[in-house]
């Protein structure tokens, strides 16, 4: 078998995907401290928002986070091993019909979105033979998940119901919270402090990143901040506090010099002008760098923009990079699509998308660094 070390494997692939945990760890730490005494839990589903959920994980922890949100309970089987014995797993789609056992199994805690899910919940407690903690979601006005206010009130009421399932948090969540302005977070606080009246006592939760970032008022017992913890702006109203957690360079192919009225790529869709130098990278669509960046965004070597010239391939590029001097740019280089330059945000303004579709569509064939300057004892080898 071939062995190959890890500067083979970092010259082999078509870029470089650089991940600062101690970014991740930072980001974690100004959020707790803005939101206390609120405690801050961490949303990793989706791996960590495409950046390896089982690195991202322990080192949330090891900056003191213990609640730990997933989507799907594949992911929270998947995440567990990875966190703290004493840190709470929640499973925010909740559980689909059958899948109570295995829950139980791994010892994470469901998001009951629906009166049937709750249902299920409790008749998994009785099947037990022990009480099963849940978290209880109400719809606070985005109409996607959670149950209304009537069905969490006919739970709430329910002494059998709340006997079998302690409800150790009722959450919400909020549809317009990277919009400070916007009416909409403060009628669906009102909602919620509706439902939290119907469970006195129980811990409340309904901010996202955005929400950390909202006055006091929406910050309750729990947050629930994911993208800004990946370094994604919170909010479009203000500068972007966090820092970044992800640089991504990709890495010259071949550099060609094409004659004026030469078109370039699928479709020809960009037609030179003038000599061009056309630079190809190697990473395309496949490598979550949207087809809807052709012939609006840009590379960058040593602060220069090197605007996409045609569409975006599924494995490679094509760069004008006309505007360095000759020979600057030699095949094997490595240019920027995330750093100083050029953020996470701004790449994905350029795609016409948001942070977390560029984030969570980064994929696996870049070589991944992951910066750690203090390992944490559960984070293992790279
Ligand atoms: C994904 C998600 C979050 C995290 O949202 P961000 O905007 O990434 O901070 C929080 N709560 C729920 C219910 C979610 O689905």
Redesign the pocket.
């Known amino acids: 078998m071939l062995a190959l070390g890890d500067g083979d494997l970092a010259a082999m692939a078509g870029g470089c995907l650089t991940i600062s945990l101690d970014a991740l760890r930072a980001n974690y730490r100004l959020i707790a401290a803005r939101v206390a005494p609120a405690r801050a839990a961490a ?1 990793v ?2 791996d960590g ?1 495409g950046l390896g959920a089982l690195r991202v994980a322990p080192a949330l922890a090891a900056e003191g986070c213990r609640a730990f ?1 997933v ?1 799907h309970l594949s992911e929270a089987i998947a995440v567990k091993p990875s966190l703290p014995p004493d840190a709470s797993l929640f499973v ?2 909740g559980l689909t019909p059958g899948s109570e056992p295995a829950c139980i199994a791994v010892g994470a805690t469901p ?1 009951l979105n629906s009166y049937d899910q709750a249902l299920r919940w409790q008749q998994a407690a009785a099947a037990a033979g022990t009480p099963l903690a849940a978290v209880v ?1 109400v719809d606070s006005g985005m109409s ?2 959670g149950m209304s206010l009537a069905e969490a009130g006919a739970l709430a009421g329910d002494a059998e119901f709340r006997a079998a399932v302690p409800v150790v948090l009722l ?3 909020l549809a317009c ?2 919009t400070p302005d916007n009416p909409a977070n403060e009628a669906q606080r009102n909602r919620f402090a509706a439902a939290a009246a119907l469970f006195p006592g129980v811990p409340l ?1 309904l ?6 970032f909202l006055p006091a008022g929406f910050h309750l017992a729990l947050v ?7 370094g ?1 702006a ?1 909010n479009n109203a203000a500068p972007n506090p966090m820092r970044p957690v992800v640089a991504l360079d990709a890495r010259v192919i071949q550099i060609r010099t094409i004659p004026p009225g030469a078109g370039v790529g699928y479709g020809l869709t960009f037609t030179a002008d003038r000599e061009t130098r056309i630079a190809t990278i190697a990473a395309g669509y496949a490598d979550g760098l949207p087809r809807a960046l052709g012939n609006r965004g840009a590379a960058y070597y040593n602060g220069v923009r090197l605007p996409i010239a045609g569409r975006v391939s599924m494995d490679s590029i094509t760069l004008d990079v006309t505007a360095l001097p000759p020979d600057t740019l030699q095949p094997g280089a490595l240019v920027e699509l995330i750093g100083p330059h050029q953020s996470l945000d701004q790449l994905a303004a350029d795609a016409g998308t948001i942070s ?1 579709e560029i984030l969570t569509s980064l994929g696996h064939r870049y070589h991944r660094i992951y910066r750690d300057s203090e390992p944490s004892a559960a984070s293992g080898a790279a």
């Open positions: 949303v589903k989706a928002y949100f989507a925010l789609n998001v979601q996607r998940l959450m919400s969540h919270a990277d939760s901010a996202n990143s955005g929400g950390s629930r901040p994911g993208v800004s913890l990946y994604g919170p977390y």
